[in-house]
C-alpha cells in the first residue's frame, strides 16, 4: 500500500497582543505569561537604539508586544540569519537590533514571544517580520521532509518512492508501506 503525504508551505500568523502592561504577577493584561526580565531586558535594548541612532535619549520608543508560532530555536536563528539580521542569543532570549529597530525573542513554555522595539513606524518592522515568516516557514518545511526521508529510509517497512515539489511549493512524498 502507498500512502502520499502532502507538506504545504507554512503561512504564521503575528498575533498582537498590544497595547500590554506587566502586572505585578507577571502576567500582561491579555493574560501571557512574560518574564520579568522581558520587561529589563526591553529596558536595555531601548537605551541601545537611541544610542545607535544618535537619538536623544528624550525621544520616545514604541514597544508593542507578539505571540508568535517560532517554536524551534536553531530553525528561528537560521530564518533571522538569512533574511540578514544578526541574531544575538543569551539565555532563553533571540536579540536582533537594527539602527531603527529591535526584535526581542523570548522563549516561553512551548514557544517565542516577541516584542518589537521601534524608534519609528512599525511598517517596516511588519516587512521583516513578513520575510521572516516565510524564511522561518521554509525552514520548517525542509526540515520536516528531511526527518520524515530519514524515518522512512531507516525502516525496513517503509520506502520513499517519489518526491515531488509542486508549483506553489508543497512538497508531497509517496511512502509505499
Known amino acids: 500500500m502507498s500512502i502520499e503525504i502532502s507538506l504545504v508551505p507554512l503561512s504564521l500568523v503575528l498575533i498582537s497582543v498590544a497595547p500590554l502592561a506587566i502586572t505585578g504577577t507577571g502576567m500582561t493584561k491579555a493574560g501571557l505569561a512574560m518574564s520579568s526580565s522581558m520587561v529589563t531586558v526591553g529596558t536595555m535594548i531601548c537605551d541601545k537604539l537611541k544610542k545607535l541612532s544618535g537619538e536623544s535619549s528624550d525621544k520616545e520608543m514604541q514597544e508593542k508586544d507578539f ?101 506553489d511549493n508543497s512538497v508531497v512524498l509517496t511512502i509505499n508501506v
Not at 543569551?90 to 525573542?105: G, H, K, P, S, W
Open 67 to 167: 505571540e508568535t508560532k517560532f517554536a524551534d530555536k536553531n530553525l528561528l536563528i537560521k530564518a533571522l540569519k538569512s533574511i540578514s539580521l544578526c541574531p544575538e542569543v543569551e539565555d532563553n532570549f533571540i536579540i536582533c537590533t537594527t539602527r531603527d529597530y529591535a526584535l526581542v525573542f523570548e522563549y516561553i513554555q512551548d514557544k517565542y514571544y516577541l516584542k518589537v522595539i521601534t524608534k519609528g513606524s512599525f511598517d517596516n518592522v511588519l516587512n521583516k517580520y513578513g520575510e521572516l515568516d516565510v524564511s522561518y516557514g521554509k525552514f520548517v518545511q525542509t526540515d520536516t521532509v528531511k526527518k520524515i526521508k530519514e524515518n522512512v529510509n531507516n525502516s525496513p517497512l517503509m520506502k520513499l518512492l517519489s518526491e515531488t515539489v509542486l508549483d
